[in-house]
C-alpha cells in the first residue's frame, strides 16, 4: 500500500491508497499518493481580509484591504440598497388582514370598502386599482423576456410587478459575482438541513441563491450562457410535450442571441449575432485558463461548443456579457425599451401575495393580482393574462398561498384549497461538489494591494482587466451509467477559491447534470404568507446520483497526472477537504469519496421542475404544453419552474428560451 504523506494536522492518520486504484485504470493522481509539497506552508498566501492597510492618516481606521477595496467599488458604482420594506407603517395592520383572509380566499371578494380610488374598475364584486391587459408576476430572467416582447404590442398594456429593487451598477461587475449571494438583492433563503448532504454548511443547511432585484438571478449568477443538450429538449418532447423538441426551441435561443464571438457565431446553424442578448467570452484571460484547456486536452477530450450539436469536451465559456460587463435580462430586454413604451409598466419592491380568482359557473379564472408596495395593498387585474415568472421556488409558493395546489396539504394548513394539482414537487438541481485542491505555484493570481487598487481603477476606466472576468473553464464529460449514449452527465467548472480574482488555489467544481433525486417546496406552516418557503431538496437520495458524482471526481482527478500540470507546477491539496471526520478514513476508498461527497455538496443555483410541464395524464404536472395552469384560465407559468427535467449546464440560457416561445404562444393566442 502507498500512503498519502505530509498531511500538515499530525492528528489526521495517514490515508493508505489500495493497490485497486494503481495500475492501468488509476482513480487518483500521483499527486494525491504522493500528498501535497514540502513547502506548502511557506508558499501559502495570506487572504485578503488579513492584509491590513498601511494607510492610518488620523482620519481613517486601519482595515482590512477587502474592505477598502469594497468601499472603492461602492464610491465609483454606488451601494446595494437596504432590504426592501413592503409593509413600511403598516405592518401589524396588513398581516392581521392577510392572516384573516388566507383560510377563505374569497372573502374578499365582496368586501373592498377600504379601496375608494375614483378610479378603481371593478369585476365580479371585485374592486382594483388599476387594469392591464397582462400581468407580469417576478421581473427576473423569465420575466423581463415576457415583459418586453408582450409590450412589443403597443396596444397591449403590460405590468411587471417585481419583489426587489432596481439592478444596481455593482451587480454587472463579473468579478464581484460572489459578493451579491445572501445580500438584499437575494431573496436569502436556505434549505433544510440534512444528513446526507451538504454537511460542511453545519446546521444552516445548503444555501440558496436566487436574485430579488429587477433581472433577477441574472443579475447575480455566475453568467454562464450553456443551453444544455440537444437531448434534453428532445426528451421533453417524448414526455408529451408537443413543440419542445430541440428542433423546435432552437429559433428561439438564436431569436435572443446576440453572439460577438467571431470564431463561434460563424456557425449560423446554431447561433446568431442579432439578438438583444449578447453573448460572448471574457476579455480578461489569467495563465491559469490557458493551463486547464491544455491539461484537459492531454487528459483526451476535445475542445467544443457546448452550445452546437455536440457538448461532450471542453471550452473557455460562452457567458452573458459583453467586453468585461455583465448583460442581465433586465439591461438586455428591457432597459433599451424601458422608457420607449408607454405601454410598459413596472413596479419595483412590491411583494405579490395572491393570486386573485373568481370560482363561479364551474370555472376557475385568475382576475389579477394583490400586491403590498409601501405598506399599501393594491389590486390590479388582468383583462387577458396573469402570468407568473417569479421562479421554481416563489412561483410554486404564490400559487399554494392563492388556493391551487397540494389539495390534503393545503387543508392541512388552514387554506382553501382551490384546485388541487402537485404544486412544489419534482425540485430538482445541479447538485455539485466543489473541492479546493489545486494549490498554485508560479501561476497564483494573489496581488498586492496597490495593484488592487490599480485594478480596480483600470476597469472603472477602460472595462479590463481581473474585475471582468469570473470563471472560464467547463468541462462536460459522460460516465459510464449515462442516461442517454454521448450525453454528459457531469461538468466540471474551474474556480478561483475564494475570490474569481485573486487566487493560489482553484476549486474543482463537479456537478451532476441528470440527477434522479427530487424534493420539494412547501409553505411555511407559521406563516404561509410572508414566511420563507420551505425547501427540501431530497438531494443524492437516488443512489445512482452519487455514483456519477463519485465517477466524475475520480476522471477529474486525473489532471493531476498530466505534463501540464506538472509544468505549471499545479500540486495537489487535500488539506481544505480533510477538516472534517472524512480524514479518519484509513483509505482513499469509494467510502472515502462518499463522505467527501456528503460533506461538500452544494446546490449549483438552478433550481427547476416545481410546476412541471406535462399532459394531463401525468399525476406530476402544473402546466400543459402552452404553460397554462391546468384547471385555471388566464394563468400560465413561465420560468425554471415548468421544466420536467432540468437541462445539462446552467438554466438562464434555456429560461429565456422559454420565456421567448412563451411570449409567441401567447401573442398567437390573443392576436
Avoid at 467548472?493 to 441528470?514: A, P, Q, W
Avoid at 407559468?637 to 401567447?666: F, H, L, N, Q, Y
Wanted: aromatic letters at 10%.
Amino acid at each position: 500500500m502507498q500512503q498519502l504523506a505530509g498531511l500538515h494536522n499530525s492528528k489526521i492518520p495517514p490515508i493508505e491508497v489500495p493497490a485497486s486504484f494503481i495500475g492501468n485504470n488509476e482513480h487518483v493522481p500521483s499527486a494525491l499518493i504522493a500528498g501535497p509539497p514540502a513547502d506548502y506552508e511557506g508558499a501559502m498566501s495570506v487572504n485578503a481580509t488579513d492584509e491590513l492597510c498601511k494607510i492610518c492618516d488620523g482620519r481613517i481606521e486601519c482595515a482590512p484591504t477587502a474592505i477598502l477595496l469594497i468601499s472603492l467599488v461602492h464610491t465609483l458604482y454606488g451601494h446595494i440598497g437596504p432590504e426592501p420594506d413592503y409593509f413600511g407603517k403598516n405592518k401589524r395592520f396588513i398581516l392581521k388582514q392577510a392572516e384573516e383572509e388566507i383560510k377563505d380566499p374569497f372573502i374578499q371578494y365582496t368586501h373592498f370598502n377600504r379601496f375608494t380610488d375614483v378610479h378603481s374598475k371593478k369585476s365580479d364584486g371585485v374592486a382594483f386599482d388599476a387594469e392591464y391587459d397582462f400581468i407580469v408576476v417576478g421581473g427576473g430572467t423569465a420575466g423581463c423576456v415576457l415583459a418586453s416582447r408582450l409590450s412589443e404590442n403597443r396596444k397591449w398594456k403590460v405590468l411587471m410587478i417585481e419583489a426587489g429593487p432596481e439592478e444596481p451598477k455593482m451587480a454587472l461587475i463579473p468579478g464581484l459575482t460572489s459578493e451579491f449571494k445572501g445580500s438584499n438583492i437575494d431573496w436569502q433563503y436556505s434549505m433544510r438541513p440534512k444528513k446526507g448532504f451538504c454537511q460542511n454548511h453545519g446546521d444552516r443547511g445548503c444555501e440558496v441563491v436566487q436574485g430579488r432585484v429587477l433581472g433577477g438571478t441574472s443579475s447575480i449568477n455566475d453568467m454562464a450562457y450553456m443551453r444544455g443538450s440537444p437531448a434534453d429538449y428532445d426528451e421533453w418532447a417524448i414526455l408529451g410535450n408537443e413543440g419542445w423538441s430541440y428542433n423546435e426551441v432552437l429559433p428561439y435561443f438564436k431569436y435572443s442571441e446576440g453572439n460577438y464571438d467571431k470564431d463561434i457565431s460563424k456557425n449560423k446553424f446554431f447561433h446568431s449575432t442579432q439578438g438583444p442578448l449578447d453573448v460572448g467570452r471574457y476579455p480578461h484571460v489569467d495563465d491559469n485558463v490557458d493551463v486547464l484547456l491544455s491539461a484537459l486536452n492531454e487528459v483526451g477530450y476535445n475542445y467544443t461548443d457546448v452550445n452546437g450539436r455536440h457538448q461532450l469536451g471542453f471550452m473557455r465559456i460562452q457567458t452573458m456579457s459583453y467586453f468585461g460587463e455583465r448583460v442581465s435580462a433586465f439591461t438586455a430586454f428591457i432597459e433599451p425599451v424601458r422608457k420607449l413604451r408607454s405601454n410598459l409598466e413596472i413596479v419595483s419592491e412590491a411583494l405579490v401575495t395572491k393570486i386573485i380568482f373568481d370560482n363561479t359557473r364551474d370555472t376557475v379564472t385568475a382576475l389579477g393580482v394583490e400586491y403590498i408596495k409601501n405598506g399599501t395593498r393594491v389590486r390590479v387585474r388582468a383583462t387577458k393574462e396573469v402570468i407568473l415568472s417569479a421562479g421554481a421556488i416563489n412561483s410554486p409558493k404564490l400559487l399554494m398561498q392563492s388556493g391551487i395546489g397540494p389539495k390534503e396539504y393545503l387543508e392541512y394548513l388552514d387554506l382553501k384549497a382551490i384546485y388541487d394539482l402537485p404544486v412544489g414537487g419534482n425540485f430538482h438541481d445541479h447538485v455539485s461538489v466543489c473541492l479546493p485542491v489545486i494549490k498554485l505555484g508560479k501561476t497564483s493570481t494573489t496581488s498586492k494591494f496597490p495593484e488592487k487598487l490599480k485594478d480596480i481603477t483600470t476597469y472603472y476606466s477602460k472595462g479590463i482587466g481581473p474585475l471582468s472576468a469570473n470563471f472560464q473553464v467547463v468541462a462536460f464529460l459522460e460516465t459510464s451509467i449515462s442516461d442517454i449514449l454521448g450525453t454528459a452527465d457531469i461538468e466540471v467548472r474551474f474556480k478561483g477559491h475564494d475570490s474569481n480574482m485573486y487566487y493560489d488555489k482553484i476549486e474543482m467544481c463537479v456537478s451532476l447534470l441528470t440527477p434522479k433525486s427530487r424534493g420539494q417546496v412547501v409553505l411555511n406552516a407559521t406563516d404561509p404568507v410572508f414566511g420563507k418557503p420551505l425547501v427540501y431538496p431530497n438531494f443524492l437520495k437516488d443512489p445512482s446520483d452519487e455514483k456519477k458524482l463519485l465517477e466524475g471526481i475520480q476522471e477529474i482527478v486525473k489532471l493531476f497526472d498530466t505534463e501540464v500540470f506538472k509544468n505549471a507546477e499545479y500540486s495537489f491539496d487535500p488539506r481544505n477537504i480533510l477538516n472534517n471526520d472524512c480524514k479518519d478514513h484509513d483509505r482513499v476508498s469509494e467510502d472515502f469519496w462518499s463522505c467527501i461527497i456528503k460533506h461538500f455538496s452544494t446546490p449549483l443555483h438552478n433550481y427547476v421542475g416545481t410546476c412541471k410541464m406535462g399532459t394531463s395524464k401525468d399525476p406530476d404536472s402544473v402546466v400543459d404544453k402552452n404553460l397554462k395552469v391546468f384547471g385555471v384560465t388566464n394563468l400560465r407559468v413561465v420560468d425554471a419552474s415548468i421544466m420536467p427535467k432540468i437541462t445539462r449546464g446552467s438554466t438562464a440560457a434555456p429560461v429565456i428560451m422559454i420565456a421567448e416561445k412563451a411570449s409567441d404562444i401567447i401573442k398567437t393566442n390573443w392576436y
